[in-house]
């Protein structure tokens, strides 16, 4: 048994009284730990692990359009995964990799069906990543999963934690303004990503190294199917994330600015995904922002991608209560 001395019951007391005195915000779920890649031995797991994290952050290099070989161009543009997760998928509300495969298989409304982790990989491949999908066998994908199976260490099975995805994001009760987002992006954003919104790459065209600043439209970057299209999942994205360097808790820009600029630089041309009419098969739970037919309901194309989002969302959750009523009153005509 082990006998407390006054010094040890003292410090025992002032770690009770501190965790006590913690904020209820960090009792929430589960708590935000990153487990250390580099902390991992030399063996066929850990190395497996550094590979899918080399492969997150360097996806140009190894499975860009301009790689060497032919066979392994399944990205269609030269950006990394960790163009968008952000540090390597450990930045807390940079749309992070840690606790993520804890929380799959999951429903996916997009396919209105129960989807995989390889599955999810697979749609940012197709849309983020503008290529193909990546063989469900292959090294590259289970690399990838290795890496945000190791992200998830010691978070139980569909446990929720806090700091996935970006912060909830209320857009202002008005239709988002592109022209007011240029002077936003010619402020604060053109520095890096330049003028042009093409960015700035780490060498030449063709030699498969990808950009130290990406580009935010144009050939090379996210296609029109893709998550950060919509202006409110890409609002959310910048206000906690953009410039570069901000984090949730300090943001830099205002609710308003970066619901402008992520009109902006989604109002300029893009690869464009086919089939992607074919997303959403009940169209009920296509979020509002969606910026492509078709809708769940009448409102304007233009509305769903610049808003107001709130008259979209009320009359959305009116029609499923209405939809639902309906069922029911049928099932009991029915008996
Ligand atoms: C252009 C930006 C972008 C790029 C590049 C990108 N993604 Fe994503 N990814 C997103 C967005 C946006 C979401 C949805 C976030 C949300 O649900 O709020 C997402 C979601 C995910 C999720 C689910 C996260 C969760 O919390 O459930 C996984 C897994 C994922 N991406 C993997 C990848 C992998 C692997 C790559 C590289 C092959 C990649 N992504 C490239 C933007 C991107
Ligand atoms: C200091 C340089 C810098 C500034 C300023 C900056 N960014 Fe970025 N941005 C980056 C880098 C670098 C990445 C890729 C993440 C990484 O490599 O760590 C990125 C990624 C992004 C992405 C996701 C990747 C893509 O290609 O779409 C978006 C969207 C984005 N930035 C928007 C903005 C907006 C909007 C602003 C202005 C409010 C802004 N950024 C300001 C450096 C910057």
Not at 78 to 85: E, Q, T, V
Not at 231 to 240: D, N, P, Q
Not at 258 to 284: C, F, H, M, Q, T
Request: proline residues 9%.
């Amino acid at each position: 048994m082990r006998i407390l001395t006054p010094a040890v019951a003292a410090a025992t007391l002032a770690l009770a009284l501190a965790v006590t005195a913690l904020p209820a915000s960090a009792a929430e779920p589960a708590a935000w730990t990153v487990p250390d890649v580099e902390a991992l031995p030399h063996d066929v797991y850990g190395d497996f692990v550094r590979e899918g994290r080399d492969l997150f952050v360097q996806t140009y290099a190894h499975i860009g359009p301009e790689v060497a070989d032919p066979e392994k161009r399944f990205a269609g543009n030269n950006l990394a995964c960790g163009s968008c997760h952000l540090q390597g998928g450990t930045q807390k509300f940079g749309i992070p990799m840690v606790g993520v495969y804890a929380d799959f298989p999951q429903y996916r409304g997009r396919e209105n069906t129960i989807g995989t982790i390889n599955g999810r990989i697979n749609g940012c491949m197709q849309r983020s990543m503008n290529g193909k999908p990546l063989p469900d066998n292959s090294r590259e994908m289970r690399a990838l999963v290795t890496y945000i199976a190791f992200l998830s260490t010691d978070i139980p099975v569909r446990e929720k934690i806090e700091g996935r995805q970006t912060p909830k994001f209320t857009p202002p009760d008005r239709a988002a303004d592109p022209v007011r987002g240029e002077q936003v992006y010619a402020e604060t954003c053109a520095v890096c990503h330049q003028d042009d919104g093409q960015g700035i790459r780490n060498g030449e065209p063709g030699d498969a190294q990808g950009y130290q600043f990406p580009p935010l439209w144009g050939p090379d970057t996210y296609n029109h199917g893709a998550g950060m299209h919509r202006v409110l999942t890409a609002a959310a994205f910048i206000k906690s994330n953009m410039p570069l360097g901000t984090t949730y808790d300090a943001p830099v820009l205002s609710d308003e600015d970066a619901y402008d600029v992520a009109a902006y630089i989604n109002s300029k041309d893009r690869p464009v995904k086919a089939g992607v009419e074919k997303d959403y098969p009940d169209l009920s739970k296509k979020p509002v922002d969606s910026p492509y037919a078709p809708y769940f309901d009448e409102a304007s194309a233009e509305q769903h991608k610049y808003g107001p989002f709130q008259p979209l969302e009320e009359a959305r959750k009116k029609k499923i209560a209405e939809l639902k009523a309906k069922k029911e009153q049928d099932a009991k005509a029915a008996n």
